[in-house]
């Protein structure tokens, strides 16, 4: 298996992810958890990694995705304070039975998967034509009016010199003695 461009087997993985770090293997130091679940073997097996969030370092890799086996670790952890984690059911229970003293929350990107369900379900509730704009009618005229009047500036602006670096090429002067005068290079002609 190729990962990040090496010839990596998933055993070289686990093996790497088990080392213990030894700052966040004792046990009375770790306060914030990190709990989710592991695929490999093309996502037929599963297990669960945790990871010490506040040494951003992982912990331990356990070899399945059971209530008990996280539950079991948990209660060999009493400093912990926090367990983030995600929607799943399995994780949750572990948690409130493994360390009820410490409080659960949703990791980062469930919590994101939350607020997008939840602004999806608005939206479907009260339909899109009841969101009131950021801005304005008055503000959308007043914008669209003043992107169209420098476009046309714009393209004025670059007709006039278009003009200007055609007449000097009538004139017989070169390309060169042309850039030289104007200071425009020769590419800005053909985009004219």
Known sequence: MHRLGMPVSDDTILRQLKRKNPASMQKDNIRVVGIDDRSWRHSSRYGTIMVDLE???????????????????????????????????????????????GRQMADRFHLVQNLRAAIKEQMSVYGHAHVRPILSEDAITSATAQHRRARLAHRQSRQEIFETLQALRQQGLTYSEIARRTGYERPIWSAC
């Open 55 to 101: 040494h951003h370092s992982v912990i331990e890799v356990l070899d399945d995705r059971s209530v008990e086996s996280a539950k079991a670790w948990l209660q060999e952890r009493p400093t912990i304070e926090v367990v983030s984690r995600d929607r799943c059911g399995l994780y949750a229970q572990a948690a409130r039975e493994g360390a009820p003293q």
